[in-house]
Nanobody, 123 residues
C-alpha cells in the first residue's frame, strides 16, 4: 500500500520560512520523480515544483522560483520543499505526489498523492 505523508506545515509570518517533508512508503521511491502542488481555498490545485529521480533536475512554478527549493533523499524515501521569503499568497494546503507523466505539470500527470499539510502565511 503506497503512502505519502506530508509534514512541516504551520503558521508563519510573511518573510518567514518553512520546510515541508513528504515521507513515502510502499513503493520504490528512487524510481519516482516527485512533485509538490498546492491548493488555496476556492482555487484549483496548482503545480509548485518537481524533481527528477536522481535529483539532477528540478523545475519550479514562476510564482515560487527563487524562493522555494525542492530536494530529495532517496535513502530516507523523503522529498522536501524548503520555502523561504513566504508571502500571504503562499497560503494553501501543500501536497506531494508521484509523477506518472514525464515532466508533467497537471494534477492528472501525477499518480499517488498525500493528504496534504496546511501552510498559512500571515501578513
Amino acid at each position: 500500500q503506497v503512502q505519502l505523508v506530508e509534514s512541516g506545515g504551520g503558521l508563519v509570518q510573511a518573510g518567514g520560512s518553512l520546510r515541508l517533508s513528504c515521507a513515502a512508503s510502499g513503493l520504490t521511491f528512487s524510481m519516482y520523480p516527485m512533485g509538490w502542488f498546492r491548493q488555496a481555498p476556492g482555487k484549483e490545485r496548482e503545480f509548485v515544483a518537481r524533481i527528477r529521480r536522481s535529483a539532477t533536475s528540478t523545475y519550479y512554478a514562476d510564482s515560487v522560483e527563487g524562493r522555494f527549493t525542492i530536494s530529495r533523499d532517496n535513502a530516507k524515501n523523503t522529498v522536501y520543499l524548503q520555502m523561504n521569503n513566504l508571502v500571504p499568497e503562499d497560503t494553501a494546503v501543500y501536497y506531494c505526489a508521484t509523477e506518472k507523466t514525464p515532466y508533467g505539470l497537471r494534477t492528472e500527470d501525477y499518480g499517488y498523492w498525500g493528504q496534504g499539510t496546511q501552510v498559512t502565511v500571515s501578513s
